[in-house]
């Protein structure tokens, strides 16, 4: 079989035999989670509909009539389940077709999920697989079939055209990692599976296996929304990428061992998977961050492993997580500054760890703070509360602040209303142009309304409510360009790929009215670039990916022949 570009569900594998306390069809466990994986994939996907020869189309609607066998195949099955819970019932020899329930959910999961629905036709499977062909437009030997074990007779001829057929096997049944081969059969045109969540794993699989040693399979793990947003624009196809990336989607539902066996590189964002960071003045963040069980599996792993390709090591993030430790890195931004050009630095600041501090108003002017300043928790991403911020117009009111401790005091730079947000990806630097908070004397006008009282707000949600204005690559010419000084601050990106050590990472660069100063007022770590176009974003970020694994063998390399 050569790479997969197109797969099949049969659908009796998306459904449970039982319906749900409404009487209504549902879905078997891990159905929702493949089909999502596959919407974006990037590889034709279907689902079909066992019909036997009885079975018609009810006219006008071209939905199928319901049928006493199917009914009474599920019945029966139930019935004798009293007498021998372990019952496998081939469902087969009802030559079934599905009530117009179960049929209603598929066609609604194939309109939602933009799935091709196919009738397979017991007694013509030929025509079946001509159809399909005709209408995926592929050599039938990149096709993929995929039935429960209940329905393996009727995928027999499709492996006659070439197909892959994967076989999800009852519960009870041997387990296909009991199989030499990791679920492999006698018939080479058939694998099984034991989850639905492992056939991902298994295209990898098959994909890595026709490419060879030109490709290379990421692993990533990251929050199932991000992951989807990625997805969405392109980013994670199951089919090899142009330039030999093979993405699979790791998963904690499945034995993490096993999957970073088939992966070269993995692609993480750790912050989606932190449960609680302890904070200090220290600085210290690798002992202090709590994860998920899975990413504390996966993070043994990495150390376990240190010639692993990860993007990006763990301690390379930990400053990213901390406001401190990245404001005390800025500083260094100094050293980058030349006579006769725009300034590039860090903002003014001082933290604290608690808001009464006798010595506070001495310490704000001694750092050349004056109100108002931007207060930040300590603690970057990761925990729910690390956006909850607030802008200070009165000494007096940093006594009551809600703002969770430790703290950043930070400098409020007026900025004209306007942020530029900057993406490093490997070797190239990308940016926006982004509206964003008004300069500090019509905050104060603002606030005056309600007593100049401290403007309490979620960076994630609202402020920057702006959309964006303008995206520039390359030769960086355009709206708004003559205000920065784009040369110094992709020096500045340049910097912290060096000093932080990060393969894709953001940050934003506020200019300071009157003086022309370009500060740095956040970093964070593999971003969505959403503002930059997909056609150019998403094989830059792929390309990342290459170089980061390419650099990494070479040094290898290196050592091993020193």
């Avoid at 045109?189 to 290379?216: A, F, Q, W």
């Avoid at 930059?532 to 390419?550: G, H, L, Q």
Wanted: aromatic content about 8%; hydrophobic content about 40%.
């Amino acid at each position: 079989m050569g790479a997969v570009r197109g797969i099949l569900l049969d659908g009796t594998v998306l459904l449970t035999a039982d319906d749900d306390q409404h009487g209504n069809a549902s879905l078997r466990p891990g159905a929702e989670y493949l089909i999502r994986k596959l919407h974006h994939s990037k590889i034709h996907r279907g689902i079909s509909y066992v019909l036997g020869i009885s079975a018609h189309k009810v006219a006008g609607r071209g939905r199928l009539k319901t049928s006493l066998t199917f009914v009474f195949y599920f019945y029966t099955k139930w019935l004798l389940s009293d007498y021998n819970p372990h019952l496998t019932l081939p469902m087969e020899k009802f030559a079934f077709f599905l009530p117009l329930r179960y049929v209603s959910l598929l066609e609604r999961i194939a309109r939602l999920h933009s799935f091709d629905c196919f009738t397979l036709n017991a007694s013509c499977m030929a025509d079946t697989a001509n159809e399909i062909a005709l209408a995926w437009g592929d050599n039938e030997r990149s096709f993929m079939h995929v039935v429960s074990n209940e329905s393996e007779d009727l995928s027999l001829n499709l492996s006659n055209h070439g197909w892959q057929i994967i076989i999800l096997r009852s519960h009870g049944q041997r387990p296909a990692d009991d199989i030499e081969g990791g679920g492999a059969s006698e018939n080479p045109s058939m694998l099984y599976i034991d989850k639905l969540e492992e056939l991902p794993l298994t295209i990898c699989r098959l994909n890595r296996k026709e490419l060879g040693s030109d490709g290379v399979t990421v692993g990533y793990v990251m929050k199932p929304s991000r992951g989807e947003d990625f997805a969405k624009r392109g980013a994670f196809p199951l089919c090899p990428t142009q330039n030999g990336l093979i993405f699979m989607p790791l998963t904690f539902e499945l034995p993490l061992s096993s999957q970073l066996q088939e992966v070269d590189v993995v692609l993480h964002k750790a912050t989606d998977e932190i449960i609680s960071i302890e904070m200090s003045m220290s600085s210290e963040l690798s002992n202090k961050v709590t994860y998920t069980r899975g990413m504390q599996e996966l993070a043994r792993f990495i150390e376990e492993q240190p010639d692993f390709c990860v993007i990006d090591p763990l301690d390379n993030i930990y400053p990213v997580l901390d406001r401190l430790k990245i404001q005390q890195i800025l500083l260094g931004l100094e050293n980058l500054n030349t006579e006769g050009r725009c300034k590039i630095r860090a903002p003014h600041f001082i933290m604290v760890d608690n808001f009464n501090e006798p010595n506070l108003v001495q310490r704000l002017l001694e750092a050349r703070l004056p109100l108002p300043t931007i207060v930040k928790p300590q603690v970057a991403c990761g925990v729910a509360d690390a956006h909850s911020m607030a802008i200070i117009f009165r000494v007096e009111d940093y006594k009551s602040l809600s703002v969770p401790l430790p703290a950043v005091l930070q400098e409020y730079v007026d900025h004209s209303s306007t942020l530029f947000k900057f993406y490093v990806l490997g070797e190239k630097v990308f940016y926006a142009v982004k509206k964003s908070i008004p300069n500090a004397d019509i905050l104060v006008k603002i606030s005056e309304r309600n007593g100049l009282k401290p403007l309490l707000f979620d960076s994630l949600k609202s402020l920057p409510t702006e959309k964006t204005l303008n995206f520039r690559d390359g030769d960086f010419h355009g709206v708004n360009d003559q205000h920065i000084d784009l040369g110094l601050v992709t020096d500045a990106a340049s910097w912290l790929r060096r000093m932080l050590d990060l393969t894709i990472f953001g940050f934003d660069v506020v200019i300071q009215e009157h003086t022309g100063d370009h500060v740095i007022v956040d970093v964070n770590y593999l971003p969505s670039f959403k503002e930059v176009p997909d056609n150019v974003a998403i094989p830059t970020f792929w390309e990342a990916i290459k170089r980061k694994y390419e650099s990494r063998k070479t040094k290898e390399r290196a050592i091993a022949s020193s």
